[in-house]
């Protein structure tokens, strides 16, 4: 994406659950506004192509595999970045999602899903933060989702881990306000990824199940009339990490199209 407003010019990200989706989507974004990302995900192959492309023309971004879920790994990650570059934004956008029936949710399932979504989220967080509240600047957006705060039927385990990575996140801007540190929320609503396609196969059954919605399963429609791109949430997630957005923290910006009528 080539974007002309320069809003991160000279400044450095760290975007997780860069490889694909939405975390890709926001690397693309702040690349074309200036930055340089260290893209981290799991998925090491989809992240150095994803760096190949991205390094094609001038260096933009290093890919960094490791996983979330792993505290020592990511302490380790960290400490290696910060040798090369202070982190100045950080986008937490890695997550999963397995569908499943309360009845049918596994403790393996239950704690595999918290474990990135929420665990993953506190253990970068807190390795990025306690750096950028010691030279008293930073900014902090966590992608959590509208199924954060509106029950979703056979996503429980995903709701409340998302539910728990947004307030997380909001607790932590309140507690490192006073060091300069702003962290914000973005939760969108149904988004364009793989991780949709996944649970609503072809674009008739999400067409039907999502925009039209479904009171079987209690699910409202989107008001807007169309799924997200994963651009609409980079878009988000930018606002909130520049200085257009200086005098916020702890808020949380829903982007559904309407579809939790908030």
């Known amino acids: 994406m080539e974007l002309s407003s320069g809003r991160f010019t000279d400044r450095c990200a760290l975007v997780t659950g860069a490889a694909r989706g939405i975390g890709e989507a926001v690397v693309r974004r702040l690349i074309g506004e200036g930055a340089f990302v260290f893209g981290v995900d799991r998925n090491g192959d989809r992240l150095e192509s994803l760096s190949a492309e991205l390094n094609a023309t001038r260096r933009t971004m290093q890919a960094v595999t490791v996983d979330i879920a792993d505290a020592a790994a990511v302490e380790g990650a960290i400490e290696r970045i910060e040798a090369e570059r202070p982190i100045d934004l950080l986008v937490n956008a890695a997550g999963v ?10 403790p393996e399932l239950w704690l595999a899903t918290f474990a990135v979504n929420a665990h993953g989220t506190f253990f970068v967080s807190r ?14 957006v966590t992608v959590a989702s509208n199924a954060g705060s ?42 364009d990824t793989p991780m949709l396609r996944a649970i609503a196969e072809g674009p008739e059954e ?5 925009i039209e919605g479904d009171l079987g399963r209690h699910r409202l429609g989107i008001p807007l009339g169309r799924i997200a791109s994963p651009d609409d949430i980079a878009a988000g997630v930018a606002f909130l990490l520049s200085e257009e957005a200086k005098h916020v923290t702890m808020h949380e910006l829903l982007i559904d199209g309407g579809a939790t009528l908030g």
């Open 127 to 140: 390795a990025v933060t306690r750096r950028m509240a010691a030279r008293r600047v930073g900014s902090v």
């Open 206 to 210: 999400r067409a039907r199940l999502l």
């Open 150 to 191: 509106t029950p979703r039927v056979g996503m429980s385990a995903y709701c409340a881990s998302k539910a728990a990575a947004a307030m997380l996140t909001r607790c932590m801007g309140l507690e490192l306000a006073r060091s300069g540190v702003r962290c914000n929320v973005v939760s969108p609503g149904s988004t």
């Open 97 to 106: 999602l397995q569908a499943a029936a309360f009845e049918a949710t596994t």
